[in-house]
Structure formats: structure tokens, C-alpha cells
């Protein structure tokens, strides 16, 4: 059976104070922030293509990848 990824942002880690750098680096636009400049990033899971690209730029590592 194939084990299925979902990309998740640790909100104990993410200062959500910003604008979240990962999203300038997301092909799919599946990353989205409430606010302009705060606010904890979501990422959409049917967009998101499980790349890891968010992951690899994310300065504070509070993006991860969960299999399910």
C-alpha cells in the first residue's frame, strides 16, 4: 500500500508574525497566509504536490512532511 504524504506547519515553531518566505518558492500556490504580513501559514493539501520545496526554505523549519 502507498503511504500518503501531508505537508503540515508546527505552529509551536512558526512565529506566524511575517510573511511566510515559503510561500514565494511554492509552484502550486498551495500555501496561504490570513493576513498579509501574520498570521499561521495553511497549506492546501489538494494544491500541494508534496515537492518539499516549502520545507527546504522554511528559515525555522516549522514545515513538515507526515505520512499517513
Known amino acids: ?25 511554492c509552484s502550486e500556490k498551495a500555501i496561504k497566509q490570513k493576513y498579509f504580513l501574520a498570521g499561521l501559514p495553511i497549506i492546501d493539501q489538494d494544491k ?12 525555522m523549519g516549522a514545515i513538515k512532511a507526515i505520512e499517513e
Do not use: L
Request: some cysteine.
Open 1 to 25: 500500500m502507498k503511504k500518503s504524504v501531508r505537508m503540515t506547519i508546527d505552529e509551536n515553531i512558526c512565529p506566524a508574525n511575517h510573511p511566510c518566505p515559503s510561500i514565494r518558492v
Open 48 to 59: 500541494c504536490i508534496q515537492c518539499g520545496k516549502c520545507i527546504r526554505f522554511c528559515p
